[in-house]
């Protein structure tokens, strides 16, 4: 046998989101996060466009797509760093900080990665429970020592949905050692719409420790093509792209990025309606008896504990996939009325 890293044999692999049907055939995908809506035709022409150069390498600097963040969001290019996802992109962030002995601090439950990525990376994870299914953000400053490199705030909270407010953050980054990355994970950013939620890229520009993760995968709806980025400040962006295998985000995801950046307005339109979906469902599950927390970001929490993986197998006979962590809760995405209403009437059954 070949001998590998001892932390392999300890790790949990990433579960993704699973498919389930109904016996009548229904399929409703509630588990990932997606955006349930077909990409937009212009999109799905600048792909047909870019097939034709397949052949080639893409752009290894992804020059017109670093370019069209940038001016997108009002930051230099050189602030901008892209990857194959944000996934991808957080695992460089933590490969940038990792090694021995280093500690990386998280809330959890929050994104599943996270606990991967620093395994991956060799580094000591250090996680902070949640406090009401939200960041505690004082404990998260109390767990920063010298040993700390980076912290990851997650806004809003996958799986909770719940999110950090300006005031709290600010007071907490005014905490944070200046030689600690903060990481400002805003794969929902799109779908706040509580203003004292703060847009992390009005936080980072006089704070050369904090960077800003966003992503295409979700309301922008190109999971499929993977392609995320990080905006930090020049010393930050440049280590992340040290650590870039050439190559990485492919010509297709280039162009459809692109392209998607040009058709924000009808993506947005797009978000408005998982927004209002999304106050419909949690209000119909409230009026059900459940417990839902606020939730800013394109799906809901339930906190089953020991009746989860019932309640995700009551879904799943509905054709309804959820996504369960087995003795805590589900999430469960915001999808388009019909699957929603499958959920609801899911919900609603195992309820009684
Ligand atoms: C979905 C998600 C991401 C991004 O995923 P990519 O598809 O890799 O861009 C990042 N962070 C969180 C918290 C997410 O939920």
Redesign the pocket.
């Known amino acids: 046998m070949p001998r590998f890293r001892h932390i392999l044999d300890t790790m949990a692999a990433y579960k993704p989101g699973k498919a389930v049907a109904a016996p009548d055939g229904r399929s409703y995908k509630l588990s990932s996060?997606e955006s349930p809506y077909d990409p937009l035709p212009s999109v799905v022409e600048a792909i047909a466009e870019g097939a034709r150069q397949v052949n080639r390498y893409p752009d290894p600097g992804a020059v017109a797509l670093t370019e069209a963040v940038a001016e997108r969001f009002g930051v230099p290019a050189s602030h901008v760093a892209l990857g194959?996802?944000?996934?991808?992109?957080?695992q460089q962030l933590f490969e940038t900080v990792g090694e021995p002995g280093v500690e990386v601090v998280y809330a959890w439950r929050?994104?599943e990665?996270y606990p991967l990525l620093a395994d991956l990376a060799g580094v000591t994870s250090v996680r902070v429970p949640l406090d009401d299914e939200r960041h505690d953000l004082d404990a998260m400053a109390e767990a920063i020592n010298d040993s700390t490199r980076m912290v990851f705030v997650?806004n809003p909270?996958?799986p909770t949905g719940t999110t950090v407010r300006r005031r709290e953050l600010e007071a907490f980054l005014d905490r944070v050692p200046e030689h600690v990355l903060v990481v400002l994970?805003e794969?929902?950013h799109e779908y706040v719409r509580d203003d004292e939620v703060p847009d992390g890229l009005t936080l980072y520009r006089d704070r050369p420790n904090v960077c800003v993760?966003r992503?295409?995968?979700?309301a922008y709806g190109l999971?499929g093509l993977?392609?995320?980025y990080v905006i930090g400040h020049e010393p930050v962006a440049t280590a992340v792209r040290k650590t870039t295998i050439p190559f990485a985000v492919n010509h297709l995801a280039q162009v459809a990025a692109i392209a998607s950046l040009a058709a924000e307005d009808e993506l947005l339109e797009r978000v408005d309606r998982v927004v209002k979906e999304r106050t419909r469902v949690r209000e119909a599950l409230v009026s059900q008896g459940w417990t839902v927390p606020p939730t800013e970001a394109n799906f809901v929490w339930l906190r089953l504990g020991e009746r989860t993986l019932d309640f995700a197998a009551a879904c799943a006979v509905e054709g309804v996939a959820v996504r369960p962590f087995a003795g805590e809760g589900a999430r469960i995405s915001i999808g388009d009325p019909e699957a929603n209403d499958a959920f609801l009437a899911a919900a609603a059954s195992f309820a009684k």
Request: charged share 10%.
């Open positions: 996060n194959a996802g944000s996934v991808t992109v957080a929050s994104f990665a997650c909270n996958n994970d794969a929902y993760l992503t295409f995968s979700k999971a993977r392609v995320g």
